[in-house]
């Protein structure tokens, strides 16, 4: 998905003259609310809300687990205010840090006003999808069944229909198919989604896409591209601290260190003379420069921070904890 719009995160509302974020009244009749997009690892959520918001706010990657935090997108229409919260992939956890991203998950459905369940629609409904809609049966939070990827169905995409349909019709769950890359259903989707919604104030001001500062946006997307370039050899031992903001009239400085757990992570991410670190970058300062819309100059360092995904209190200096 190419981004050429500037992301307007909730930095940029604080008013100068009085410290206050700028919401207008809503219109009678208006709705709102937050819709959780939940479901398992890699079945495009990500993807997903950045083309229901119209940029890209969420990296994406074809590894799972890409999304690690409580993500929120900002769609809002003359008729409603749709906040999308993003949430990691609903899986077995296998160290601290896949605990607290789960927990973040179940978190989020009983924290929102709509699920938005999102499977995949190329593959049967599964174990995981159903252990998935059991936790939902057990939320009193309306729930919304989204078939992604029709794009890349088969011509047998009947059985696998039929597999979510039946799911669907246990629980009394309306259904929708879409394709969050092409965007085909997408207008359905956000349809269903407003007529399951209560009517309601602006939570946020009409023009913004997401509440997340830019800052946390850069170092994901520096991420991003750690996880797109070396795939499975450093799949989650990364986490990026954005050190240093510097914004002039000409360019933004932006210095970064990159954690890992091992040094020969290290080692694949700096690469042969440096090759695999400059590349990251390049890729990273491209990104950012669209998200900022102005020349970036970004600076990159390779930390060894040992078994820090095991750590609480690594956990929450990186910023990773579990949501209130």
């Known amino acids: 998905m190419t981004v050429e719009l500037k992301v307007t995160s909730i930095e940029n509302h604080i008013s100068s003259f009085s410290g206050e974020v700028s919401i207008p009244q809503a219109p009678p009749d208006f709705k709102s609310g937050f819709i959780g997009i939940i479901g398992r690892p890699n079945v495009g959520k990500s993807t997903l809300m950045n083309q229901l918001v119209g940029q890209k706010i969420a990296i994406t990657s074809p590894v799972a687990q890409t999304t690690r935090n409580r993500l929120r997108g900002i769609l809002t229409t003359p008729e409603a205010q749709l906040i999308f919260v993003d949430t990691p992939g609903i899986h077995k956890p296998h160290h601290q840090l896949g605990e607290v991203l789960v927990q973040n998950a179940k978190i989020a459905i009983d924290s929102v006003d709509v699920v938005l369940f999102v499977v995949d629609g190329t593959v049967a409904c599964g174990a995981g999808d159903r252990f998935i809609a059991d936790l939902l049966t057990r939320s009193e939070t309306p729930v919304i ?3 992604n990827k029709i794009d890349e169905q088969s011509p047998n995409y009947q059985v696998i ?3 979510y349909r039946a799911l669907a019709e246990v629980n009394q ?9 092409t965007g085909t259903g997408l207008p359905q989707l956000q349809n269903l989604l407003i007529e399951h919604l209560e009517t309601g104030p602006f939570y946020y001001p009409p023009d913004l896409v997401t509440d ?5 946006i850069m170092g994901e997307l520096i991420r991003e591209q750690i996880l797109l370039l070396t795939r499975e050899e450093v799949p989650h031992s990364v986490a990026i601290a954005i050190d240093k903001v510097e914004e002039t009239p000409t360019i933004t400085r932006v210095l970064a260190t990159i954690h890992v757990e091992r040094d020969s992570q290290k080692g694949i991410l700096i690469g042969k003379g440096g090759s695999m670190l400059k590349a990251i970058g390049s890729e990273a300062r491209e990104q950012i420069q669209k998200l900022i819309s102005g020349k970036v100059y970004l600076e990159l360092f390779v930390k060894v921070q040992p078994k820090w995904r095991q ?4 956990l929450a200096e990186l910023g990773y904890r579990v949501e209130e």
């Open 173 to 181: 769950w309306p259904t929708v198919k879409f394709s969050a890359k």
């Open 311 to 314: 750590s609480r209190m690594s």
């Open 145 to 147: 069944l989204g078939l």
């Open 212 to 216: 997340q500062p830019e800052r946390f």
């Open 161 to 163: 229909d039929d597999s």
